[in-house]
């Protein structure tokens, strides 16, 4: 992978991140000018429990649209590679923050917890979403200073049976999770609780590689929080990895917290209307064809306006909108509604491509790309340098339960 590779409409400047099956690319829209971050994932060597992930991870980020949630503009498909285009987050992760300074303040703190806290009430509450793989590599910091959560590749639309497969990262997963049995959606509530617990702590609660319960059981018994740490921050922490899902705090509770309510937050980042995310239909990649995301109907004609003097179709890019298409239309509409670009002039020398089949692409060297310089990493605290855990093999990144689907 060079400077000059181009992905349809985008031109690929360098690798920012990667996973267990994943690459994530800098890259820039070439009409656009925006930055984004590219996912990109060899589809065909994953197992079919990891395709089922990848594509629940596409379905339901798709329909998701909140302002602290990486929001994606579309994804394509060039066999063997799928490309998750998303809105590029410049602060980097949670983990490199708190690399970077130890401890983080209480106040800090507090407005982190408010913004993952009115990600998952939208999640929970307005998508119906659990997340299920909350830890510090997965929240980014904005250039505003605001965490937006990534990574959907574990979550999965709640039902009233519960969730009984094991998924998630160790060292943040819940007991319930690694249990035998079912769990629900408050597993997220104990996962950003370690989370917490590392801002504040500096380091990691809990042993990254311990998928055994009892021990986990255990370290929470035995938790000790710098006395330093406000008692009211103590308190919320404790009730948050709270080893009992019936007796963990709830998102309101958190919200009502005494510590939470010293800076009341604004109602309307924590209520939202049911709207429930179906991705029954999807069972294979050749099924994302169907995947959509919400129609906007009362779209800015001023940036319709401004995709016709680009050079896209007007007329498709107006009924892909109003259809909710994922199209290379829909996301330079996205992209320029987010950024409040209205173009004056038209650029005639570029022009974009039509389709995905004419496309100049340039197939991506995925297992030569070098993996990001780790060494680079600010890394101060060894218990806190999440990326030196051994690498997962599976994107069931805790073994799967034998007999068991995942779901
Ligand atoms: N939208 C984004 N903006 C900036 N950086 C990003 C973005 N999305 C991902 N990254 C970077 O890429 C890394 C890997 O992304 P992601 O967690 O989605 O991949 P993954 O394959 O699911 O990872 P894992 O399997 O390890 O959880 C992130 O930790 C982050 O450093
Ligand atoms: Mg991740």
């Known amino acids: 992978m060079h400077s000059s590779t181009e992905i349809h409409n985008y031109i690929i400047d360098r690798l920012i991140g990667n996973g267990a099956f994943s690459e994530v690319y800098l890259a820039v829209h070439k009409l656009i000018g925006t930055k984004v971050a590219i996912k990109i994932i060899n589809y065909e060597r994953i197992g079919e429990e990891d395709l089922i992930c990848l594509i629940r991870e596409i379905t339901i980020h798709l329909q998701l649209e909140h302002p602290n949630i990486a929001f994606m503009y579309e994804f394509f498909i060039e066999s063997p590679y799928v490309y998750i285009v998303m809105e590029y987050v410049t602060g980097g992760t949670l983990l490199d ?25 939208y999640l929970h509450r307005g998508r119906s979403v659990s997340h299920r793989d909350i830890k510090p590599q997965n929240i980014l910091i904005s250039n505003e200073g605001a965490l937006k959560l990534i990574d959907f590749g574990f979550s999965n639309c709640i039902n009233s049976k519960g969730f009984d497969s094991f998924v998630g990262t160790p060292g943040f997963t819940a007991p319930e999770i690694i249990d035998d049995g079912y769990y629900d959606e408050s597993c997220d509530i104990f996962s950003l609780g370690v989370c917490i617990y590392s801002m504040i702590a500096g380091h990691f609660p809990f042993d990254l590689q311990n998928t055994n319960s009892e021990r986990l059981l255990s370290q929470i018994g035995e938790l000790e929080i710098p006395p330093t740490v406000s008692p009211e921050l103590q308190r919320l922490i404790r009730m948050m990895i709270d080893p009992n899902p019936s007796t963990r705090l709830t998102l309101d509770q958190i919200l009502c917290f005494p510590w939470v309510q010293e800076v009341v937050p604004k109602n309307d980042r924590f209520s939202y209307f049911l709207n429930p995310i179906d991705i029954r239909f999807f069972l294979s ?9 919400k129609p906007v109907l009362d779209y800015k004609k001023s940036i319709i306006e401004s995709l016709n003097t680009l050079g896209f179709d007007k007329k498709k890019a107006l009924d892909e909108i109003r259809r909710g298409i994922v199209s290379s239309e829909s996301a330079a509409y996205f992209m320029l509604s987010k950024n409040r670009v209205i173009v004056e002039d038209p650029i005639p020398q570029i022009v974009p491509k039509k389709s995905s089949s004419s496309s100049r692409h340039i197939a991506l060297p995925y297992a030569k790309t070098k993996a990001i310089p780790r060494a680079k990493k600010p890394i101060i ?27």
Request: charged share 20%.
């Open 97 to 121: 923050h708190i690399n970077g300074k130890r401890n983080i303040a209480e106040n800090t703190v507090r407005n982190y917890l408010i913004d993952i806290l009115s990600s998952l009430f």
């Open 381 to 407: 605290l060894p218990s806190l340098s999440g990326d030196s855990i051994q690498k997962p093999t599976s994107r069931t990144q805790i073994p799967n339960k034998k007999g068991k689907q995942i779901q």
């Open 285 to 293: 990649m050749e099924s994302l064809n169907m995947a959509h995301r």
